[in-house]
Every structure is written in C-alpha cells, then in structure tokens.
C-alpha cells in the first residue's frame, strides 16, 4: 500500500518540492540583492496564483485530453478565437458565445479524431491553422478595438475576501475536473482509453462518444481562459493564446501525467501550473535576460522528467 | 501485381505527387515567367529550408515519435552561422563544420535523453527546444550578421552563378558544364544530401533498425535490433538535417535572427509536410524523400495564391487576408484524407490499431 503511494505520488512530491525550492531561492535572492522576501508575501502569491488560473484553467482542459493519450494543438487560437468573438458580441451575450465558440472548436476537433481517425496532433494543428485563418479574415490581422464586457473583466479582475475571482473560477472548475475524473463512469474510460482503447472498446465503453466529450471540455477550458484573458487586460489581441500551449503541456506532463494517456492525476496539474508560473515570474523578477529563461525553464522540464524515472524502454 | 500492391501502398506519396504537379503547373501557367530559370531558383530557395527541416522531422517520426526541437535547432545553427560564416576560404569551410557538428550533438542530446533518460520524444524535444531557443537568442540577440556575400550568393543561384563567383575554368566554361549551369544551387544540394546522407543511411543496418522500431519495437527488440543505437542515430541524423536547413537559411538571408515564431511555424509545417508526403504518425513506412515532396506541395500550393488573377471568379482567392485560413483548410483536408480508410474497414477493432 505504501509502496504504491510513494509510486503515484513521486511526481507531485517531487514537483512540490522544486515549487519550494524555487521560492526559496527567489527570496534568498531578493533577500540578498534588496533586503526583503518579497517572494513569501501574500499578496506577491496571490498575484501568482491569479496569473497561473490563466494557465491553470488551459492545463486543466488539456489533461483531460493527453488522459486519452490525444494531444490539442488548437489551444492557442480557441483561445484567442472565443475571447475575440466575446468581446466583438458584447452584452450579456459575451460569455455564452465565447464559450459556446469554443465547445464548436472542440467538437469539431473530437469529431475529427473519433470519428475520422485522423491522428490528433496533426488534426487540432490543421484546426488551429484554419482558426488562425478565420480570425485574420475577421478582423483584418490588426487587434479587434472592443472591449470586454463588464461581467468579463469581473471575472479576471474583482477580488473577493482579498482572493481574486480567477483563482475561484480556477478552484471551481478544478473541482469539476476531480469529480468528473474520479467520481463518474466519464472519467474511468477516459483513463481507460488512454490505456488501451481496442479494450475500453471491448468493454462496451463507446470510446468515440468519450473522445468527443473529452475534446469538447478542452474546447471549452481554452475559451474560459480566452474569456479571463479579455477581461484581465480588457480586450482580445491577436495571438494572446500563443503562449499557453507549450507550458499548459508542460503543466499536465511535469505533474505526472504520461503524455502516452492512461495514468496521472489532477493535482499534479495543479502543481506543474503552479510551478511554470512561480519559475517564469522568479526569473524575471531576478532580470534573467531571455535567453536565459527558455535555457533554464528547457532545463528543469529534463531535469524533473529525468528524476521522475518514468516512461518504459518499450514506449517510443 | 505486385507493383499494384506497391503502388497502393505509396499511395499517399503518389498523391502528393499528383498535387505538387497539378498546383505548380497551374502556377507556372499562371506567372508571367512560369518555367524560367530565375523562377524555379526563386522557388527553390524558398523550398529548401523547410525541406530539409521536414527531412529532419522524418527521421524520428519514422521511429513513431515526434521531434519539435527541430524548428529551434534549425534557427540556433542559423544564429550560430550568422557569427561563423565570414573570412577566408578556411574559415568558411571551419565554420560550416562547425554548425554541422552542433547540429548533431544537439541532436545526439535529444536522442540521449530519449534512450538514456526515457523521457518520451515529444516532450524531450519540447524542452531542449526551448533551451535551444534560448542559445539563439543568447547567440544573436537583435537579428543581424555578417556572412559571406559570394558563398550566400553562390549557394542561393545557379551552376553558373557558383562558376562564375569562383571564377571556375577563368570564365572559360567546358561544354559539359554548360549542358547543366541553369540547374539551382539548392536543388543539387538536396539532391546531394539525399544521396550522400540519407540513402546510405536507410539501407544501413541502424536505418533498417529504424523502420523496424517503428512497426513494431517489441518485434524489433525480439529480433535483435540494436534499439538504443538506431534511436540515437535517428536523433541525431534528425540535428545533422537541421544543421544544414539553419545553415543554408543563413546564407538565404544573410543573418541569423532567433525568431520563436519562426522556429514554431517550421516545426509545425515540417510535421504536414512529413504527413502529406505520406509517411505515417505511428512510424514505420514512409522516408525522407516524400516528406521533400509534401513541402513541394505545401510549397505550391502557397505560390499559387500569389498568382491567381483578381478579377476572374476566384479573384476572391487573391485576398492576402483570406490566405492564412486557405492554407489551415488545405492542410487539414489534406490530412483529412487517410480518413478514406475508417469508411472501408469492416471490423472496427482495427481501426485502434
């Protein structure tokens, strides 16, 4: 029993611990070089905690998707494409049309994969391109001047009891991704098919239907995000999705997710946005140039996935 | 029979080639100077680059996996060319070696953490993709360089050009060389690339080695393969192709600029390319030349929009805002289109296969 604790849970530990070791590092910087810890004051880590709801909500939608071993490269443009739409929509309409744009994205990426069969890296890629292509049309390829709407930028900016409202709509939808993953028949074939779908599918598991779903939710997750986006900087602008993608797989993989599907757990995802977010903040706080940043963020994703020791020789 | 059999099993490849044909004739019949020499060296140099990153692309993907270091390691040995290619004669020749030789050990390191570290590909390549990003822009923080304006020069035209900046033959050319001075630089050098380095390879005991992981690696592991060193050499034949797309961008531009979008949209296009050409996402059949032929295509397709006339009916087509959502929707019909294969099985287990 213990043994298999320590089995699921190393990834997460270990992320725990780099999350500890980042702060500590960050503070004996900023002790040093300024005389404070800046890095351990509650409101710098709720400030944190706002920015990695961002990413947190695109993780969250993501691993829903890599469980099934599938991949969504369509992130970056259902995120700008929802939060552009919204505002262009305006009214008490914004939020439902986002969302319901990214739901369409979504289903059409699980109709593409379940039904179609063709594999999802390259099929959410086409659906990103084409995404990209209608936005341009749109809007000409300048950024859209609607604002967004009220309810929108509450949503990214009010603060409840001191606590902003992103890191709620975060919580939430993170405890709907938990009951679904653990506490519904959804959540077991997910996993199930990220282990082997011929048998999900041989258990009467309707695998395409799964999938779909699966899509869907993440269609959904990314247009949340576009929609927090909008209103935390009060309007959508061309590419704002383009630098969630990488580090929302880096999120669900650095908190013990197989990229193959079929093991990982929610929390873990928490943990890896957490930890993506501390990481970039800390090494612009300490004025890392760049470079310096891409080479040490490339860096901890190898040395992590190396110390977690996974990944059979039998996987290519 | 059996070249029916072959046929059909080549027949993504086949397409692909039909499409290049059908999209590069329509754009030579449309361009005022369709079929002259200047163009085909013009669309050769914008052919190239991505071809050899698409190469690179193929090479893991042949093993069932993904490389998305390609795109950066690609745009650092342009940045690393952009400091390395200027001087004498020798320096040029040295500095060439040199970006070759970072090319592979960047490669080798991604094949080493895949075997060694058992860190799956796609996420391996994803993060020495950024830190390959960051050494570009370590390497050349402004775009800019110096490189050498006759080899740039030599590189990016024709035969002709290359004897005439050398001074071969003192401007007295043989007559066999005049028979083949208006084939493009770029064009001989893939060629070259193709028959010196990836044929060779292919029919090599690792290359083979390659094919057979990616049907099936426990089959290969059972028969013998010798798995880790075809995996590193794949990687690492993966950094050798990059290399020479950074390299030769190089030359093309003049500079190295560590341009992440850049880097990202090669990745990305090199992947279509890989699958257009026919090769398969799951590994094992399919090969770097084809993948040559799906940036043709990709290639074509993107000349022709430049030509289409604007006042017939598909003037619309014309429309620089509409281009980008003309390129996603061909590339997803053209990925699309293994689809055919979920109508006609019988049994539906096999389609998890």
Known sequence: MQAYLRSIDRPILVACGFVILILAAGTAYTAVTQGTATFLSPTYLLQQLKVASFLGVVAAGMMLVILMGHIDLSVPWTVAASAMLATAVGGPEAIPVGLAIGALVGLFNGLGVAFLRVPSMIFTLGVNTVLRGLMVMLTGGFSPTTMATPPMQFLAKAELLGIPMAVFVWALLSLGIVFLLTRTPMGRYIYAIGNKEAAAYLSGVNTRLVILGAFTLCGLCSALAGILLSGYSSKAYQAMGDPYLLPAIAAVVIGGTNILGGQGRYAGTVVGTILIVLLQSVLSVMQMPEAGRQIIYGLVIILMLVLYGRGGRSAA | ?353
């Open chain 2, 1 to 353: 029979m059996t070249t029916l059999l072959r046929m059909s099993r080549q027949g993504g490849l086949l397409l692909a080639i039909a499409l290049f044909v059908l999209f590069y004739g329509l754009y030579s019949y449309q361009h005022p100077r369709g079929g002259s020499a200047d163009l085909i060296v013009q669309n050769a140099n914008e052919t190239f680059t991505l071809a050899l990153v698409a190469m690179a692309q193929t090479v893991p993907v042949l093993l069932g996996g993904l490389d998305l270091s390609v795109g950066p390691l690609m745009t650092m040995v342009n940045c690393l060319a952009s400091h390395l290619l200027t001087g004498s004669g020798w320096d040029l020749a040295f500095g060439i070696v040199l970006c070759l030789c970072a090319g592979l050990l960047a490669g080798f390191i991604n094949g080493a953490l895949v075997v060694y570290g058992r860190i799956q590909p796609i996420i391996a390549t994803l993060a020495t993709g950024a830190v390959l990003i960051g050494i570009a822009l370590f390497l050349r923080p402004t775009p800019g360089g110096a490189v050498d304006s006759d080899l740039s020069w030599a590189a990016t035209n024709t035969l002709f050009d290359v004897a005439d900046t050398y001074g071969w033959w003192g401007g007295d050319l043989p007559g066999w060389f005049q028979a083949i001075q208006a084939i493009p630089v770029p064009i001989i050098l893939i060629v070259l690339v193709v028959l010196l380095v990836w044929v060779p390879f292919k029919n090599s005991v690792t290359g083979r080695g390659c094919y057979a992981i990616g049907s099936s690696e426990q089959a290969a592991f059972m028969s013998g393969v010798a798995i880790d060193r075809s995996k590193l050499a794949a990687f690492t034949l993966a950094g050798l192709f990059a290399a020479i797309a950074g390299i030769y961008l190089a030359l093309q531009t003049g500079s190295g600029n560590a341009d992440m979008p850049m880097a990202g949209g090669y990745t990305l296009n090199s992947i279509a390319a890989v699958v257009i050409g026919g090769t398969s996402l799951f590994g094992g059949s399919g090969g770097a030349v084809a993948s040559i032929i799906g940036v043709m295509v990709l290639r074509a397709i993107s000349f022709c929009f430049r030509v289409v006339p604007e006042d017939s009916i598909v003037g619309f087509l014309a429309n620089p805002l509409l281009q980008p959502l003309f390129e996603g929707i061909i590339l997803l019909a053209a990925v699309s289109l293994g689809a055919a294969r979920v109508f006609t099985v019988k049994n539906r287990l096999q389609l998890f296969g």
